[in-house]
């Protein structure tokens, strides 16, 4: 006698297997009559689109403009300065100014992480020429510390040449403009505390020849900066051996914090630093939070975006009631239907978000002529390097923010995706199918 076999259950399918996703891909590419994709769906595609496009893009503008900003500060300024405290000399005189200023400047460019050392006079006079006036800053430099200032001895747009710094000065581009004067000019410059006579002190007017005209990249640093050479400046603002301070610059400007005790220790007990933190550090926070503020508000745009996917869903879910009633009829689970629209809502939102790492990208690369065909439709004036310190709207692509964008876009429009597709899930077959 035949011994009875048992048979083995079938083997339940695995999650999200082949016939999910072809039935998914079914209702997907359906035409409208045949309740397929509806509008809805196309709208929260582009809305996901746009919202994705708009995040990579304000990040990058905003990763760029930090950057150039930033690059300006430490291209063209010192990272540390160094200042004397007021003191009294031996005539009895209120000072600040560095008498042993080579000493200093010799003991803090031998610390550990600092590139160059240089004393500097500094003062404020007007130049003139041909009746036209500005105000600028005086910067008395070493020929080669001046070369050693990348944003202005390598500026490309930068005119003259810099090796005949010893035999005039060197001006930014802001201040030629105002002056009407072009290399080989020359200009005066004119400063209240000139020589001391039995009537007061005169002012001093002098006469200087333009060998260099550089651009550094800051609308500030072009309109108002001069520079000038060392011993010149010595004599012209009275300081005949000494110094006003010492500009320190260091290999990691980033970690300038951890050079401070260091640069105290070499400079002598009147030594004050001044960072280019504690020069700008107001407005770099301003920018830290203007940036969390921005990616909050982009961030719920890519929230109201998801959310249509929802409608499009539910949508989707009413016109192929009578599939689902047929799918559960034959044998679907719950969580087959619950993955087949779950697939549908979520190719939604990857479409959407590939679409907008691709236009924001493309954005960020190519930004420059973007900006120069908005700049020609509307008239000129968009930027204003008066009001914002650079030149340019600069972007800068970075691997961090794209990846940020993604995973907000993505994982927001697979949580939202989920109600509906439960819903769908949760259908039952015989009300599904009562009416047809």
């Keep these: 006698m035949d011994q009875p076999t048992s048979e083995k259950p079938p083997k339940a399918p695995p999650p999200f297997a082949g016939f999910e996703w072809l039935i998914?891909?079914?209702?997907?590419?359906?035409?409208?009559?045949?309740?397929?994709?509806?509008?809805?769906?196309?709208?929260?595609?582009?809305?996901?689109?746009?919202?994705?496009?708009?995040?990579?893009?304000?990040?990058?503008?905003?990763?760029?403009?930090?950057?150039?900003?930033?690059?300006?500060i430490l291209g063209a300024n010192a990272h540390v300065t160094a200042y004397s405290s007021s003191y009294e000399t031996q005539t009895g005189q209120t000072t600040r100014v560095i008498s042993d200023y080579r000493d200093w400047a010799d003991r803090m460019g031998a610390v550990e992480g600092v590139t160059r050392a240089a004393p500097l006079i500094k003062g404020q006079v007007m130049a003139s020429?041909?009746?036209?006036n500005a105000?600028?800053?005086?910067?008395?430099?070493?020929?080669?510390?001046?070369?050693?200032?990348?944003?202005?001895?390598?500026?490309?747009?930068a005119?003259?040449?810099?090796?005949?710094?010893?035999a005039g000065v060197a001006i930014g581009s802001g201040v030629a403009r105002d002056l009407g004067v072009f290399v080989g000019d020359r200009i005066k410059l004119i400063s209240p505390e000139g020589a001391k006579t039995a009537f007061g002190t005169a002012p001093r007017v002098s006469s200087y020849e333009v060998v260099y005209i550089f651009t550094a990249g800051r609308y500030d640093i072009d309109k108002t900066r001069l520079y000038m050479p060392f011993v010149e400046a010595q004599s012209y603002f009275n300081r005949e051996g000494v110094a006003d301070e010492i500009e320190i610059m260091v290999e990691d400007p980033e970690e300038v914090d951890d050079l401070m005790m260091d640069l105290l220790m070499a400079g002598s007990d009147r030594t004050l630093l001044w960072t280019w933190r504690d020069a700008s550090g107001s407005f770099l926070r301003a920018l830290d939070v203007e940036d969390n503020v921005m990616f909050v508000i982009l961030s719920i745009l890519v929230l109201i975006a998801a959310m249509n996917i929802v409608?499009?869903?539910?949508?989707?879910?009413?016109?192929?009631?009578?599939?689902?009633?047929?799918?559960?009829?034959?044998?679907?689970?719950?969580?087959?239907?619950?993955?087949?629209?779950?697939?549908?809502?979520?190719f939604t939102g990857l479409a959407g978000t590939l679409m907008g790492v691709i236009l924001g990208c493309l954005f960020a690369l190519y930004i420059d002529p973007i900006f120069s065909l908005v700049n020609y439709v509307a008239g000129g004036g968009v930027w204003d390097p008066s009001i914002r310190g650079i030149y340019n709207l600069p972007a800068k692509l970075q691997l961090v923010d794209v990846l940020s964008a993604v995973g907000l876009s993505l994982g927001l429009s697979f949580i939202v995706t989920i109600f509906p597709a439960r819903r769908a899930a949760r259908m039952n077959p015989v009300e599904a199918l009562r009416y047809e």
């Excluded at 005119?159 to 010893?166: A, L, Q």
């Design 311 to 346: 409608s499009g869903l539910i949508m989707l879910v009413k016109n192929k009631g009578r599939d689902i009633g047929i799918l559960r009829t034959i044998g679907l689970s719950e969580g087959s239907v619950l993955r087949v629209f779950f697939i549908c809502g979520a």
């Design 129 to 132: 020429k041909s009746g036209a």
């Design 24 to 72: 998914a891909w079914r209702y997907l590419r359906a035409r409208r009559a045949e309740g397929g994709v509806s509008v809805m769906t196309w709208i929260s595609l582009a809305g996901i689109t746009l919202a994705v496009f708009a995040l990579i893009a304000t990040l990058s503008v905003r990763a760029g403009f930090r950057a150039e900003f930033v690059d300006t």
């Design 135 to 157: 105000g600028v800053e005086v910067f008395g430099i070493a020929l080669d510390d001046l070369k050693a200032i990348p944003r202005i001895a390598q500026s490309d747009q």
């Design 159 to 166: 005119i003259g040449d810099i090796n005949r710094f010893d």
